[in-house]
């Protein structure tokens, strides 16, 4: 069979079936790596603090490995654009975010970012004036300072119809930031920080929780690793695919010669009935030439069958 597979067709057919299966062999890496990508980034990582302006970009979209990443960044509170957002629990509690707009210091074209900064238990009705007081007891922070935020990076959520733009502030059931776009009119980043300090000439404050509003709370996403079956189940098909090339090839050669060991035996059945029926002139012939011979003899002696048959019966 080896000599078979060393015929000159077979090796370049082997040579294309090695390519396919390294192809396929890839496939099914990448399939593999595919299963466990997208996962939750280490806390190591996500939970050191990194520029905002360094880490995310203003105007598109925000990737796996930019969300749930603890960033900085300085600027303003501008309370007057605050929006409630509902269905937010806090330690089994359910009640409202107080999400209000922030300028970002370094961001270009003035883009800004929305900071979810208290969580309350009930829906509140309050002016700016009365949402700068609460800010101020609750983070001892005047409104007007310029400050360093510090908190989790998350993205934006889907906007939802049902916003209740006739009470002040804003009550909303989702935080979509292309909503609120439209909302406050201004242009926003994909994504929204939920503070944790809020430093003022090197001091940190944070949300005490001493009066009605409440510190925001978000823990980061877990680190156990996630499989997706499917690109596992893709993976294992490439993988077969793979092996069958193989298998195809050599199925081929093999057929090749199986037909290559009938044509010999065919070829040595034909061979032997051909010298039999060769051995079988031959005798014939043989036989032939002896009478001829013997005839020939005869009249050349003048012998006749006259007296052949006397000199029998003598």
């Known amino acids: 069979m080896l000599r078979t597979a060393l015929k000159p067709r077979w090796i370049g057919f082997f040579l294309l079936t090695m390519v396919v299966a390294a192809l396929f062999v890839l496939l099914t890496q990448w399939q593999f790596e595919q299963s466990t990508a997208n996962q939750p980034r280490d806390h190591a990582e996500t939970e050191t603090p990194v520029a905002l302006t360094e880490h995310f970009e203003p105007g598109a979209p925000m990737m796996t490995d930019q969300a749930d990443q603890m960033v900085t960044f300085r600027g303003n509170l501008n309370l007057e654009n605050t929006v409630q957002v509902e269905s937010r629990v806090e330690e089994g509690n359910l009640g409202l975010w107080l999400v209000s707009e922030a300028t970002v210091?370094?961001?270009?074209?003035?883009?800004?970012?929305?900071?979810?900064?208290?969580?309350?238990?009930?829906?509140?009705?309050?002016?700016?004036?009365e949402l700068t007081e609460m800010f101020e007891q609750a983070t001892d922070v005047s409104a007007q300072d310029m400050m360093e935020f510090e908190g989790r990076l998350i993205p934006g959520e889907g906007p939802t119809p049902n916003t209740n733009h006739a009470s002040e502030p804003v009550r909303t059931q989702m935080l979509a930031t292309s909503q609120l776009v439209n909302l406050w009119d201004q242009d926003l980043y994909a994504g929204y920080v939920v503070a944790e300090k809020f430093t003022v000439d090197s001091t940190e404050h944070v949300v005490s929780g001493a009066t009605d509003v409440q510190p925001v709370d978000v823990a980061p996403q877990p680190e156990e690793t996630e499989v997706a079956w499917l690109n596992i189940f893709y993976a294992i098909e490439?993988?077969?695919?793979?092996?069958?090339?193989?298998?195809?090839?050599?199925?081929?050669v093999r057929d090749d010669y199986l037909k290559d060991q009938r044509e010999e035996e065919l070829d040595e059945l034909w061979e032997q009935h051909w010298r039999a029926q060769e051995l079988q002139r031959l005798r014939d012939q043989a036989r032939k030439e002896k009478v001829a011979a013997e005839q020939a003899y005869r009249v050349y002696h003048g012998y006749s069958s006259d007296d052949q048959k006397d000199s029998r019966e003598s």
């Open 238 to 252: 490439w993988f077969i695919f793979a092996v069958f090339s193989l298998f195809l090839w050599w199925r081929f």
């Open 105 to 129: 210091d370094g961001a270009p074209d003035g883009y800004r970012i929305p900071v979810a900064w208290g969580w309350v238990e009930e829906e509140i009705e309050a002016d700016t004036a």
